[in-house]
Structures are given as C-alpha cells and as structure tokens.
C-alpha cells in the first residue's frame, strides 16, 4: 500500500519555513505519511480552509471560527504574540485615536490582525491589499495606513513610517495574554488517530527546529524578505519558540476569549467551541 499523502499549507515566510524546515527536507521518519508543501499568502490560505482544500493547514485564529466543523486546531503550531504583534503604521507619528475613520490597508479580512484592529478601533475603512504590498501603499498615499502583519513589522521603520499602534500590546494590556495570531489546523475527515499521528510529526518537526537552530534558520533565510540574517533570527524568535509547540493553558484561554470577545462585538456570527489535537 501507498503512504497516504499529507498536504501541509503555510506562508512563505520565515517563521513557517524554519518550523517546518524538518518536513520539507527529510529530517523526520514520517511512517505512513508522505507530506508535500504547499506556500500561499495567509488570507489565501484561510479562504481553501472555507473549503477543506488541504489537510493541515495555516490559519488565522480569526479564520478558525469559520472552519471549526470542518477542522480542529492542532496543539503545535502556533504564532502568539507575547506583548507585540501586528502593528499599524502610517506617515505621520498618529495617536491611535487618530485611526477613526481613516482608509487602512489590511491583509485579509478574516486574518488575526484585522479583527484586533476591528476589536480596538471600529469605526475604519479597511482596504484590503497582499500583505507584502501594504507599505508600498501608504507610501503612495493609497491609504491612510496599514496594518503590518509578518516581516513588514521589523522594517517599516527604514521606509520612515511611523508605529501607530502594536495590537499585540494593547491586547496584553487589555487582558495579560498574549495574542494568538494564527496556528495550524488539522481536517477533521483524516480520522481521530491519524490526526494524533500528523500532530506529533509537526510537533517534532517544530522540536527539531528549536533544537537545530542554525540549520533551520539557514532554510528560513530563503524566505526572510527584505532580513538580514539578525532580523530573521530575532523574528523567528518572536513566533517560533515554546508556545509553539504547545499553547499551553494560558495560549488556550487566549484563543477562547479572543474569540469570544469577536462574537461580542459581532465580527464572528456565533461563539466557538475550540478543541485541539496533540
């Protein structure tokens, strides 16, 4: 018999790279699985998971409200901000009141990152634009703003943007958590043990990054945009590190409340029931 086929979806960045570095090359005995990867912009990825198009894949925690009948969240994977995530930049050094009503280039409707600034601010225009382009468009003057989610959020400062507002930051300040931003989920349809045996592979493969970090960064490197080898490093660390291979208690309260203050605030049609394998 055949190895059965795991189709894994992620971003083309770093930090999905380095913790994945050890399934794309071959570094893990995978058993009875043979997995082939796939790299899409996050919005694009949360838009397939709508439709089931791969077994595991990235998310959004914001998408998963969307996806939970159809996927479970695996318990490795995560990004979480712990004090800093998405941030908002503009031309000129605004107070974040200054955000009411003006035109924000987002990178995704149903990413993380639009409904903390949907949570925080409202009353906005969000213009949705890929997420590499955004600090192209503020500089054009096509927007008022962005909402930086990735890399963008180490180099805005060299187009001389200004941070108007971390929403990793004021989500900490609001609650003492950190901010899940995205994680990987895992269709339901695989079946109870084999979605346990995927999980412990993509843990192990996050482990193996953790515990091979020059080797894995080196991988990474090829899809650090615009980062030198410190920048990659540091932000690699900001999304790849022990609350990647588990939320842990506090990553799942997290991921309920942020939730359930989307609900309250009628982003989400309905509460959600999060579950997670691993």
């Not at 990825?45 to 479970?72: D, F």
């Not at 187009?159 to 958590?177: A, N, Q, R, S, Y």
Request: contains cysteine; proline residues 4%; hydrophobic residues 45%.
């Amino acid at each position: 018999m055949g190895r059965t086929e795991i189709r894994v979806a992620h971003s083309p960045d770093s930090d999905d790279a380095f913790m994945f570095c050890a399934l794309a090359t071959g570094k893990l005995d995978t058993g009875d699985f043979r997995f082939t990867h796939t790299l899409e912009d996050i919005e694009s990825l949360n838009r397939k998971a709508l439709r089931g198009v791969y077994e595991v894949t990235a998310v959004s925690i914001h998408a998963y409200a969307y996806i939970s009948r159809r996927y479970a969240l695996l318990s490795s994977g995560a990004s979480m901000g712990d004090r800093y995530g998405p941030i908002v930049v503009a031309r000129e050094a605004w107070a974040p009141a200054a955000l009411r009503g003006k035109k924000i280039a987002v990178p995704g409707l149903m990413t993380t990152a639009f409904l903390t600034l949907k949570l925080f601010q409202p009353d906005f225009q969000p213009v949705v634009i890929p997420f590499d382009q955004i600090i192209s468009a503020i500089l054009q003057g096509r927007a008022d703003a962005g909402l930086l989610i990735h890399e963008g959020q180490l180099t805005y400062a060299r187009e001389g943007l200004h941070k108007v507002i971390d929403m990793g930051e004021w989500w900490h300040e609001l609650t003492g958590l950190p901010l899940p931003l995205g994680g990987n989920a895992i269709r339901r349809d695989l079946g109870e043990d084999d979605m346990k045996k995927v999980a412990r592979l993509l843990k192990e493969s996050i482990q193996y990054a953790l515990d091979h970090r020059q080797e894995a960064l080196e991988y990474a490197l090829k899809y650090a945009r615009d980062l030198d080898r410190a920048q990659a490093d540091r932000f690699v660390g900001m999304y790849v590190n022990m609350r990647t291979l588990d939320y842990g208690e506090e990553g799942r309260r997290a991921v309920a409340l942020l939730l359930d203050r989307a609900c309250e605030a009628g982003i989400i049609p309905t509460r959600v029931l999060v579950d997670f394998i691993g």
